[in-house]
C-alpha cells in the first residue's frame, strides 16, 4: 500500500461536519428550480443534508447514529449531489467525464449514484477536499 493511503487509514475518520465545512467553501453551481424543492443549488442541496445528518431531519433518518463523512457520501441516492461535489472538490476531470458516463446507464437514482460511486469512491473525493492531509 502506498505510504500516502496507509496515512489516511491510520487517521480518524471524517465527520459529517468536517464535510459540511468544506463543501460550504466551496463554489456553488448555478441556480436553478427544483419544484417542490427548498434548494436551488446542489450545494445547497448538501448543506441541508448534512445540516441535521445526525438527527431524523426532513429525511426520517435514525438519530443519535453518529455517522461519519465516508457513510454520508456512501448513502446518498441523488446523483446530482454527487455529480456536482465531484468536480466542485477538484477530483480529475477524467474521473469527473467517467463518473458522468457511468451514471448514464442505471434506471434508477439510487443505482446511478451507485455507479458513479464506483468511478469515484470516498476516498478519491477526500483526498480531493483534503489534499496533503
Known amino acids: 500500500m502506498p505510504r500516502s493511503e496507509n496515512k489516511r487509514c491510520n487517521r480518524k ?10 463543501i460550504a467553501r466551496l463554489p456553488a453551481d448555478r441556480p436553478r428550480e427544483y419544484p417542490g424543492k427548498l434548494f436551488k443549488t446542489q450545494k445547497e442541496h448538501w448543506l441541508g443534508w448534512l445540516k441535521y445528518y445526525n438527527t431524523e431531519g ?5 438519530a443519535g447514529m453518529n455517522r461519519d463523512a465516508r457513510y454520508a457520501y456512501n448513502h446518498i441516492v441523488e446523483p446530482k449531489m454527487l455529480l ?14 467517467a ?10 437514482m439510487m443505482a446511478q449514484s451507485a455507479a458513479v460511486r ?9 483526498a480531493a477536499l483534503w489534499p496533503g492531509e
Do not use: N, S
Request: net charge positive.
Open 13 to 22: 475518520p471524517r465527520t459529517v461536519r468536517q464535510l459540511r465545512t468544506v
Open 58 to 62: 426532513a429525511y426520517g433518518r435514525r
Open 84 to 97: 456536482w461535489l465531484i468536480p466542485a472538490a477538484g477530483v480529475k476531470p477524467a474521473l469527473v467525464r
Open 99 to 108: 463518473a458522468r458516463a457511468a451514471a448514464k446507464g442505471p434506471k434508477t
Open 118 to 126: 464506483r468511478v469515484v469512491p470516498w476516498e478519491t473525493v477526500e
